[in-house]
Structures are given as C-alpha cells and as structure tokens.
C-alpha cells in the first residue's frame, strides 16, 4: 500500500537547523510531489512547501523562504525537508504528503506521513 | 496569501447535514477547480477527503461532498456519525505553485 514513514521526534536548541526526513513506499516516486505541512500547537495546518519527486523542482511558502530547503533522493525515495534557525515559534508537528502534481503543485495530498514532533526549547 | 476565512465550529445531531464553508479571493478559490478539504483527528495524519471541489477519493464515503461558488468553497457531510466529529481544513491552489490553508472548521457531532 502507499505509505509515507516520517523520521522520529527532534528536539532542538534555538538557532540550530532539523532534517526530517519523509521515505515513500508502495508507488513510483518519481511519479508524484511532495509536500510539506506543519501544526504548531493549538494551531491550524499551514503548507510550507513542495517538491517535485520528478524533476527537484521546489515551491517555497514565502513565509518560510530562505530557511527552509526541500530535497529528494530518487534512489531510496525518500525526501527530505530541512529547517534553520529554529525559534520555538517552530515547535510543530511536521508532516509530509505525497502531492498528485508531479511537475506543479496540484493541492491533492494522499496520503500523509505520520507527522514529526519538532520542540525548539533552550 | 491570507488564510482562507472557516467557522471555527460547527454542529448537528447524528443522522443531520452539515455543511462547513470556505472563503477566499478571486485569486484562489475563484481562481482555480484545485479546492481539497482535509479531516483531521487529533494526534492522528490529515486525510483527504475532496478534491478538486467536488471529487472524493475511493473509500471516502459519498455522505461527503463538496461545492464551490464564486469566492467560496464549501464542504457537506450528510447523515453525520460521530466518527465524523474532527477537525476540517480546507486549502485551494493560489497561483504559481503556491498554496493557503483554511485556519479550520472543528465539527461536532451532538
């Protein structure tokens, strides 16, 4: 089945960076984007981003441009999303969800990975 | 972009219609057929429940449906249950890759 594994829980000191890190099975990735969605506690979902698995094509939510950098790697599908200069504002559950489009983004996420717990604390 | 503008609750009684809405700009909603709603359980991954306004992936069930008209979105579920009380989000398609969230419809079921 599709599925989408998300790497363990991080926690971080204010200033540093994160890599979570998102490992398709059950589909070509190749075939398909990747997006990348964040909740802060309390709070809504907010899209930071997509990847596409096809070519590395990127879209970035202005909010998060500059310190945010979406990857993939074709050889073991995985992507991977990297965050800088945490501030605790950043303490969120991250997901990942594999996007329809596979050259533009196409707002159609399933399904999603199983979320990352980030806490940025000093 | 602004977030897209949701009830922040919603409520009916089991076997009732709900519908939750969506509203956002010319520039996305109006925009473009690419409106997708989300339910999302607490602790628990976002799943897909409409997409493209008013498509429905396999195993959603059809008591689910979506609508759109002008700068607003909206979402119905039909002869609710109480495994449908959850959080909704709505997102649409806003231009040159990008994307806005709606800030979330919690719906209860009575």
């Known amino acids: 089945q599709v599925q989408l594994v998300q790497s363990g829980a991080e926690v971080k000191k204010p200033g540093a960076s994160v890599e979570v890190s998102c490992k398709a099975s059950?589909?070509?990735?190749?075939?398909?984007?990747i997006s990348w969605v964040r909740q802060a506690p309390g709070q809504g979902l907010e899209w930071m981003g997509w990847?596409?698995?096809?070519?590395?094509?990127?879209n970035y939510a202005q909010k998060f441009q500059g310190r945010v950098t979406m990857t993939t790697d074709t050889s073991t599908s995985t992507a991977h999303m990297e965050l800088s200069s945490l501030i605790s504002d950043d303490t969120a559950v991250y997901y990942c969800?594999?996007?329809?489009?596979?050259?533009?983004?196409?707002?159609?996420?399933?399904?999603w990975g199983q979320g990352t717990l980030l806490t940025v604390s000093s | 972009q602004s977030a897209l503008t949701q009830p922040p609750s919603a409520s009916g009684s089991p076997g009732q219609s709900v519908t939750v809405s969506c509203t956002g700009t010319?520039?996305?909603?109006?925009?473009?057929?690419?409106v997708s709603w989300y339910q999302h359980h607490p602790g628990k991954a976002p799943k897909l429940m409409i997409y493209?306004?008013?498509k429905r992936p396999s195993g959603v069930p059809d008591r689910f449906s979506g609508s759109k008209s002008g700068n607003t979105a909206s979402l119905t579920v039909s002869g609710l249950q109480a495994e449908d009380e959850a959080d909704y989000y709505c997102?649409?398609?806003?231009?040159?890759?990008?994307?806005?969230f709606g800030g979330g419809t919690k719906l209860t079921v009575l």
């Open positions: 969800a594999r996007d329809r489009g596979r050259q533009q983004l196409a707002n159609c996420f399933d399904p």
């Open positions: 059950g589909y070509t990735f190749t075939d398909y984007g």
């Open positions: 990847i596409s698995a096809y070519n590395g094509k990127t």
């Open positions: 010319s520039s996305d909603v109006g925009a473009y057929n690419y």
């Open positions: 493209d306004v008013s």
């Open positions: 997102t649409s398609y806003a231009g040159s890759n990008n994307l806005v």
